[in-house]
């Protein structure tokens, strides 16, 4: 099978440091848990959203994430038995690019430069499974969809749904 995987909070934990930065800079102590359902701007008072905003934009942001638990592990069985490709939405923050490369090289380096998409849309994909964090890059997929949880998406529930990578293990190995 062909398998794309975003990077986003399905790969990379952004989520967490998006709290981590905005903790540090206003010497607060946000949680995911008190996120849940909400993006990390939307929980924080209306004159600091913009600050959390721009997180993603700044130089930095991406390169020091932390790997979602178990998905270098599992990604790596997964790439024995099907065609592993990173398809991860990059246009939108272009200093990501060089980042979001160099976090591959170093968390991901059995994943060739190859099959790396850093893109704008995923509409575009061809494939038998998209793994996501957000619902608007599965609604048309036209393979298996499965959204991976993050505290963000928690009341979604019009896709198939995903919570670690040791479930996705059980599913497609």
């Known amino acids: 099978m062909i ?17 981590e930065i905005y903790n540090e ?24 959203q913009q600050s959390v905003k721009d997180h993603a934009r700044q130089d930095g942001f991406f ?7 178990d998905s270098i592990r599992v990604v790596r069985e997964l790439q024995k038995k099907h065609e592993i490709y990173i398809a991860s939405a990059a246009m939108q923050f272009p200093n990501s690019l060089r980042e979001k490369s160099d976090w591959l090289d170093e968390h991901f380096p059995f994943i060739p430069w190859q099959n790396r998409i850093l ?3 995923k509409h575009i994909l061809d494939g038998d499974v998209l793994i996501d964090d957000r619902s608007y890059n599965l609604k048309n997929f036209k393979g298996r969809g499965m959204l991976f949880t993050s ?20 599913l497609l190995l």
Not at 25 to 48: I, Y
Not at 151 to 168: A, C, D, L, Q
């Open 3 to 19: 398998l794309y995987l975003d990077m986003d909070e399905v790969l990379a934990d952004t989520y967490g440091a998006h709290i």
């Open 25 to 48: 800079e206003f010497g607060e102590s946000l949680t995911k848990e008190d996120c849940m359902g909400r993006e990390v701007w939307q929980c924080v008072p209306e004159a600091r």
């Open 63 to 69: 390169r020091p994430l932390k790997p979602i638990e």
């Open 119 to 121: 893109l704008g849309h």
């Open 151 to 170: 505290p963000h998406n928690v009341h979604e529930n019009h896709y198939e749904r995903v919570n670690t990578w040791p479930e996705i293990a059980g």
